[in-house]
């Protein structure tokens, strides 16, 4: 996959770069037919000549507004180039494990969730970082609830079959991608969107009756704006004030009528100028989705929620987006820099009556497909990033989900966020209700790293991802870590309390009956040796008798001796010191570790360890 998105970003580069001698070219053809147009008005303005200023500046704006749009045209080609150069840069350091410039997600992150803080799902060099591909803040939170909440069998394996089918679309997927990037904002709110398309209309039951006026209104302006230029036209020797007073006078009334409107006008423009944004990406998103044929029920399932009601859902969205930019062009009265030019339209032709009619109308027709509208995209995007990293990474494999209780079954497990060229794997196998597996090992020689291997692959597996494994056969659990406790001065909290309210979070769990698999990481290291023994021995006791298993890493060898006494596996990870030189070689051993390392590690690190301490 690396040389595919190698050749997409070469091939990009080139495709951006093409555009550059037409946009310049269009840039200085713009200038002159507004220098031209210009000179040419002014002389015939000078002698007294209005119908070839009119036609001048007709014909002058029309090759204008021509040459504009072909250069607009050609900046949003050019910009979805740019982005698809973006898309394929990015897979290209997620490939390499650099995600420093990714969103983290942080925002999802709790530290009282079951596994999301211990298990690097969400911050600095994360697995949210890794996976996400999506444009919106709603698909972005989707993505976060299915990475911070285990789905059940059916629903696993429903994604499963939607993301091995994304996978193969590199093509589709990059173009889905883009096609919500140009609207990429951290402002936006979908939940407020939703919120203002669900208030109850206000003018819409008055629908006739403010039409009929509205539309006399504009009538009458029309015929008192015509009166004035066909008099500044062809009679301007003859033209006096009295040829503007009606015009002035509808003007008039069509502002105290315009009054009435004004509230709802300024609250469609404040409730909806933050989700421009989103409006467009929304639509963008779902015409690409549109016009693409799938082959499994999930994602043909999604696709039809997009035509429902006959009518297909980016036209309706943007029908929306069409309605709600002419209002952004009024502004509101504390809008700086308001728009004039509307100001002035809208006294002559009551535009924010029409527009607020339409916005109730679309409302109205849309309010209850809106919501499935938007979770569908969100489903798309989720999946397709799950796909994005499903692609990237071909050699991962698609976990079987079985009905056999209290199951882990791995083959060359690895972590995903460690480089692959660093990456060290290892077979895991456990089974059976009240299970626990006791890794021992030397300091830094990855046993906690591997109590996250297999907690981040589960996270992958119960979200419906490949797993870092060539095999992986898995039980629907629920993941429960306590490894990174520390102190909390703002709550007064030690790092000893704070691993104690993780463990009584944890027995909570277990004792609702749900199949739980916990990771403890260096149990009670807060205490004393004595303290921490009779803990861990007694916690080991209740939870194999409770609706769990798990793993446990320690230091503590009396603690790992009690596979003697109760059904604990025991493994370790080994180090081996030659010459004073210490090396890992991060492998999984059956047994307990029989070298330690730490007093080695101090004596490195300047501290002189005493050959007999039985003297002092």
Known sequence: MKEIYQDKVQAYKLSAASFLPELNSLSYTRLTIFLMTGILIMLFAASGWIIPVVLTAAIGATWFAFTLRRYNLLTADKKRVEFLLQINEAELLRMHNDLSTFPTGAQFLSRRHDYAADLDVFGHHALFQLLNRTTTGSGERLLADWLSAPADRQTITGRQAAVRELADKLDWRQKFQASGMPFHSTNSDHDLLLKWIEEAPQFLPSRKRLLTTSLSLAVVSSLALGWFLYHFLFHLRDLTGIHLLPLIGIAIINAIYLRKFRHAAEDIIVSTQRNMGIIGAYQSLIKTAEKQQFETKELNDLQAAFGQTGTKASAEIGTLKRILEMFQQKGTRNTIGKNAFYGMLNNLWLIDVHLILKTEEWKSRNRAQIGPWIAAVSELEALASIAGFACSNPQYVFP?????????????????????????????????RGATTMITGSNMAGKSTFLRTVGINLVLAFMGAPCCASYARVSPLRVFTSMRTQDNLEESVSSFYAELQRIEQLLKLVGEGEPIFFLLDEMFKGTNSQDRFRGGVSLIRQLSELNAFGMISTHDLDLAQLTKDLAIGNFSFNSTIRDGQISFDYRLTPGICTDFNASELMKRSGIRILS?????
């Open 612 to 616: 007999d301490i039985g003297s002092l």
């Open 400 to 432: 079987e989900i079985t009905t056999e209780p209290y199951l882990i079954d791995f083959k060359t497990v690895g972590h995903p966020l460690l480089k692959q060229e660093k990456r060290i794997s290892n077979d895991f196998t456990m089974h059976g």
